[in-house]
């Protein structure tokens, strides 16, 4: 089988604003890669991890740079050469989907199957994620994302004020399930305290309360909610480290590199008791795919990243009362 892979990157804008701690996004640039065997055409997105330094066009500069390489290789040998050529991040993640998509289509099975579910992938309830905003905006999103159908919400926080956002979406959604995303903005404050206070507000779960290397900052915490790591996991690598100071772990693709280190992840996480959440980036339809097989089983699920953007692919997935529907 004789590869051809090209990659290309796309604009999308965002539906309103995207506010985190970090700062806000109006677009995101994602990256498209193609792998074909001139019958079938495979195709995987990604979307560059900004917080390393990634970019769209960095990205796709790694690519075109292994194409020579990857197209004198089959499908599965190309798969696992990626996996040592580039390091996790978004540029293999969209070599690694494409080269999975591309398998399934040649051998004419599905993805899930070849990626070892024992079932086809059902519909899952995902969070809808609240941007960080003052307390009253929050109230107002949180209200109208229930209207929409959605059950379980995911509140950005900043470690200032994060009490009172909270307690106001509580007001706005007061059947909704909470977990928050501190995007590692609490090293200054009392976690312990903090989510003493998050849990009577019904908050079920924290992620990443502290700065990358600064996860010791969570020894002898007792936390009466699971805290799970997300920028201090990027791969199975991180497991280790984990392990030792967080309840669980956030497996997005464009971290891990691709659905293969994602499995793989899920896989051992597992055996060391870890709790699993899969989430993304800003996203189209086409970027969750291979993440949606790796969420099935897991205890929470953020994959609202189409409905995130201003519009989605138009053979997308399919959102109705706030769960995330197989196309």
Not at 88 to 114: T, V
Not at 168 to 188: F, H, M, T
Request: net charge negative; aromatic share 4%; proline share 5%.
């Amino acid at each position: 089988m004789s590869l051809r892979i090209s990659a290309a990157i796309e604009r999308w804008p965002v539906a309103g604003q995207f506010i985190i701690s970090r700062g806000s996004r109006t677009h995101v640039d994602v990256l498209v890669a193609a792998a074909s065997d001139g019958a079938h055409v495979g195709l995987g997105e990604a979307t560059a991890i900004y917080y390393h330094g990634e970019s769209a066009e960095s990205c796709l500069t790694q690519i075109e740079a292994l194409i020579e390489i990857l197209e004198s290789l089959d499908v599965r040998e190309a798969r696992a050469a990626v996996q040592t050529l580039l390091p996790p991040g978004a540029a293999r993640n969209a070599l690694d989907c494409a080269l999975w998509d591309l398998e399934a289509k040649a051998s004419g099975q599905p993805l899930w199957r070849l990626a070892g579910l024992n079932e086809a992938p059902r519909a899952l309830p995902t969070a809808f994620t609240i941007s960080l905003g003052d307390p009253d905006v929050m109230e107002s999103h949180a209200a109208g994302a229930v209207a929409r159908g959605f059950g379980l919400l995911k509140l950005k926080l900043t470690g200032e004020g994060d009490r009172e956002r909270v307690a106001a979406v509580r007001k706005g959604a007061p059947q909704a399930r909470l977990i928050v995303d501190a995007n590692e903005s609490w090293a200054a404050l009392d976690i312990e305290a903090e989510a003493t206070a998050l849990a009577a507000l019904g908050v079920e779960m924290i992620e990443q309360p502290v700065p990358v290397g600064q996860d010791a900052l969570l020894e002898g915490v007792t936390s009466p909610l699971p805290i799970l790591a997300d920028e201090s996991c990027q791969s199975s690598a991180d497991l280790e480290l984990c392990a030792r100071y967080y309840d669980g772990i956030n497996i997005k693709l464009d971290k891990a590199g691709g659905l293969t280190e994602a499995l793989v992840m899920a896989r051992e996480a597992e055996t060391r008791g870890l709790k699993l959440m899969v989430g993304c980036m800003l996203s189209t339809s086409l970027g969750i795919g291979p993440a949606f097989l790796v969420a099935q089983g897991v205890q929470w699920v953020d994959l609202d990243g189409p409905i995130l953007l201003a519009e989605d692919r138009e053979d997308g997935f399919r959102f109705d009362k706030g769960m995330i529907l197989p196309t």
